[in-house]
């Protein structure tokens, strides 16, 4: 399987997946190498899906580096911690994905497994993978980040208010990316709709990422209980799973 996936930059990505970011500018250099790993794989005859959603992570994850230079976080060394973690789990799905194992989540195998697939649309493949990344990333990255950090997830808090200020990352991000995924026509009737997308889109990612930070309070919880952890991480992967089937599917192309 990995062979086909990754074709010509196979041994190249292997490579990339061996070594660990342990900051966030050293975050912003795995993603960016491994953009250039994707589109060199890529071809106008084969757009790779999974090279959408990079781009759009590493757009993201830029901006949060240029808010912890800039201090527009409070709790630099939380928001630091979560960054690494976050994009810990996306690359142990990658590198899952490449062994072929079978532990590798359902919510991200769902979009590798469209690597080869015909008429794989821009902005259902960003949209299933930040729902893969947001939806069951998120709070157990979160809750590795509380717990490394002998903190909790407490509503209110400063880290829950550093943790709010992305949704104003992702709101000033979502408009020139949004656009950048859709064809001449859709374009006219995006420039119809005034900002009404890009309000919904924004609404849509404060709501998803409020659902992640209570499901991480939930995972919280339950932390030290085994079968209860594995419950709840069934529970996430299964509902990612099937929302990203869904914006894969005919139906997600009305995304665009």
Known sequence: MSDVVWGCVHRD??????DRPVDVPAVVDHLTKLQDLLDRRS?????????VFNRLY?????????????????????LSRLDVEFAARYFDALRLWTDSSSRCPKAWSCLFQRMQGP???????????INAHINYDLPFALVSTFDSLESEPVDGSEQHNDYLKINDIFAAAIPSLRRGYLDHWQLVIDVLNGDVDDW???????YVRDVAWRNAKKIWRC??????????????????ELLGRLLLSPLGAYLQ
């Open 223 to 240: 932390r030290n209980d085994r079968a209860a952890h594995e419950q709840e991480r069934l529970r996430l992967d299964n509902h990612a």
């Open 119 to 129: 008429d794989v649309r821009p902005l259902p493949s960003a949209a299933a993978g």
């Open 200 to 206: 919904y889109q924004g609404e849509l990612v404060e």
């Open 58 to 78: 590493l757009t993201i994850t830029e901006r949060v580096l240029e808010g912890l230079y800039e201090g527009f976080f409070s709790d630099v060394v939380f």
């Open 13 to 18: 990505v292997v490579d990339l997946l061996a």
């Open 43 to 51: 071809s106008s005859e084969d757009t790779c899906p999974l090279a």
